[in-house]
Nanobody, 116 residues
């Protein structure tokens, strides 16, 4: 079964940067959406950023101007460049690949902690 594996999380000071990566363990064809979600302790999971196969991006208001999502279709990989990090960005970050009309894949998450 294909798995998604996130990497790049860790501890960073406020104002710092991190780049998350998410790669599939095997080739997945026709992925339409590649997305990043996050879930902070005691809160619901929320969509952070999304990118379609055509390159159209959507961001949560809270991260606009600070985060950038990108994808490498040949490598079945999605990235999330996170700049100007804030303590409220602390969360477990999950990647999601979604095929149209069906097919949904999730990673197990990588923890991002923003603290001085």
């Amino acid at each position: 079964q294909v798995q998604l594996v996130e990497s790049g999380g860790g501890l960073v000071q406020p104002g710092g940067s991190l780049k998350l990566s998410c790669a599939a363990s095997a080739r997945i064809f026709n992925i339409y959406f590649m997305r990043w979600y996050r879930q902070a302790p005691g809160k619901e999971r929320e969509l952070v950023a999304s990118i379609t196969s055509g390159g159209t991006t959507v961001y949560a208001d809270s991260v606009k101007g600070r985060f950038t999502i990108s994808r490498d279709n040949a490598k079945n990989t999605v990235y999330l460049q996170m700049n100007s990090l804030k303590p409220e960005d602390t969360a477990a970050y999950y990647c999601n690949f979604r095929k149209i009309p069906s097919g949904d894949y999730w990673g197990k998450g990588t923890l991002v902690t923003v603290s001085s």
